[in-house]
């Protein structure tokens, strides 16, 4: 068993946790629950030996522990499988693998082939078919989140931690994650899981954890809550998502997409996507949704003019036939697009929150217009509810629903007439996503126009006016929002 007595971290100014107190169990999954800023991720990370300066007690089957370093808490048996994925971009799948804990042969040299082998097995385990010898940096973000999940494995650790492993992943692939986690238990694995996802955490998790503003607020057993009780706990008020029950008054046609296919620059002789069409009106807030590998990201990419080389598509802006051959050709003919890795791709954490926000439009604002930025991130911060102590606080410091509103508001920023996001709320808590989806329907509302990418059903039948599903880098199927349900939906991503 893994505990904690009256934990508690600080940073200057700021008290993260405060006498967390909490019981893991062998054999079960333990969830930790609460708001991005509750503490859960600095928690994990206290657990793991990456802070090593704290108060309190940490309990490992009734030992007192305290670990100097990562690499003492995995020779206890402590593996984390990471949120934000913690890959080395230019190695391959098999090196990240085996990073620090590397085979070698009986001449003292690297066994690549006993370690590709090893990897092999663990992804034929979880399902992911990718080779062995493959860069990281080639990967979508899904995939990645499959590599992490075959670190946590290959260690054989006692005690996983996993924080918010399913965000980037497909209901096939979240089913198989689901059926793995059943086997670590049966194994007597000890499981600590975070998730945003509540219908998720009452499928496999059997006690919970609830933290807020940094303290402990509740534990029990799932089977003896609700998950109304849980949202209650963890923000201290009722959350209620709203579905978007109103059609917006929509305009002329404003995007054009004829005939766009995406050829793939490893086969050159199989398209990622093809011959996709589709039209999108001023006002309106078009979902489209698929299974991972559907090409959805593929497609957003394109029209920003990620993929010149690569592409073929004629596209109208209000009408207009428009050339994009990069995204400042996007960005000048008003399309913004929020990629799904905000850490990587959407912000620089190491800069503050004027200088993110500011990076869009460096022509506007200035180099070295230091006023203008914090004028403009100011009142940003005002009207995204941006929670922070002012412009200048690092972004690598805010919690995920505070960076993300950092992203937007940086595209925000530039005037789009069409703002593309890629998985808008992955990984932030139901409060953040809340506002969020308000954030959105107000910009529909402005006559803004929106392409929505989401992997969450509910999201798309909340947000959407109408609904393309693709499948196997095709459109399957188009919905008026108020004609679509799961079922159908999943029915029409299934590939043939």
Not at 165 to 183: F, G, M, V, W, Y
Not at 254 to 267: A, S
Request: aromatic share 4%.
């Amino acid at each position: 068993m893994l505990e904690a007595v009256k934990i508690s971290k600080e940073f200057p100014g700021v008290k993260v946790l405060n006498q967390v107190n909490f019981k893991f169990y062998p054999g079960r999954v333990n969830a930790i629950l609460g708001e991005n800023g509750a503490g859960k991720s600095t928690l994990l990370k206290i657990l793991t030996g990456a802070y090593t300066e704290y108060d309190g007690e940490i309990k490992l089957n009734g030992q007192t522990v305290s670990f100097s370093n990562i690499k003492e808490a995995q020779n206890a048996g402590i593996a984390i499988i990471h949120q934000e994925l913690n890959l080395i971009p230019e190695l391959s799948v098999t090196e990240n693998l085996f990073l620090g804990r590397e085979n070698l042969n009986a001449f003292g040299l690297l066994d690549r082939a006993k370690m590709e082998a090893e990897a092999q097995l663990i992804f034929d385990k979880i399902h992911l078919n990718v080779s062995p010898k493959t860069l990281v940096q080639k990967l979508k973000v899904g995939e990645q989140q499959l590599v992490e999940i075959a670190k946590a494995l290959l260690s054989n650790a006692d005690i996983i931690l996993m924080d918010e492993p399913t965000s980037a992943l497909s209901d096939k692939e979240i089913e198989n994650l689901h059926r793995i986690i059943e086997q670590l238990k049966a194994e007597g694995k000890t499981i600590v899981y975070i998730s945003h996802k509540m219908d998720e955490l009452f499928r496999i998790a059997e006690n919970y954890t609830v933290l807020r503003d940094g303290n402990t607020i509740d534990a029990g057993e799932m089977k003896a809550t609700t998950e109304q009780d849980l949202i209650r706990k963890m923000v201290g008020r009722e959350v209620l998502i709203e579905k978007k029950n109103t059609q917006n008054q929509l305009g002329n046609n404003i995007l054009k997409v004829t005939n766009l296919n995406l050829i793939n620059p490893n086969i050159k002789t199989r398209k990622l996507l093809q011959d996709i069409s589709f039209e999108l009106k001023k006002g309106e807030i078009l979902g489209i949704f698929g299974l991972l590998g559907a090409g959805r990201t593929e497609l957003l990419e394109t029209i920003f003019g990620m993929h010149p080389s690569n592409s073929e598509c004629d596209i109208e802006i209000n009408g207009q036939k428009t050339i994009i051959k990069n995204p400042k050709n996007a960005i000048e003919n008003g399309l913004a697009f929020v990629t799904e890795d905000r850490k990587t791709e959407g912000l620089v954490l190491g800069m503050d929150i004027s200088s993110n926000i500011s990076l869009t439009n460096l022509a506007s604002f200035g180099l070295l217009n230091a006023t203008k930025d914090k004028t403009s991130a100011k009142d940003y911060i005002e009207k995204l509810s941006i929670k922070t102590p002012s412009e200048t606080q690092l972004c690598q410091n805010l919690s995920g629903g505070n960076q993300q509103k950092v992203v937007l508001a940086k595209w925000l920023a530039t005037n789009p007439q069409i703002l593309m996001l890629d998985e808008p709320t992955r990984g932030i808590d139901i409060n953040a996503k809340n506002e969020i989806y308000n954030l959105i329907k107000k910009l529909a509302t402005n006559q803004m126009s929106i392409i929505l990418v989401s992997s969450e059903i509910p999201e798309i039948l909340a947000l959407s006016d109408r609904i393309l599903v693709m499948a196997e880098g095709k459109i399957k199927a188009s919905y008026l929002a108020a004609d679509a349900n799961e079922d159908k939906l999943l029915k029409s991503a299934l590939p043939e």
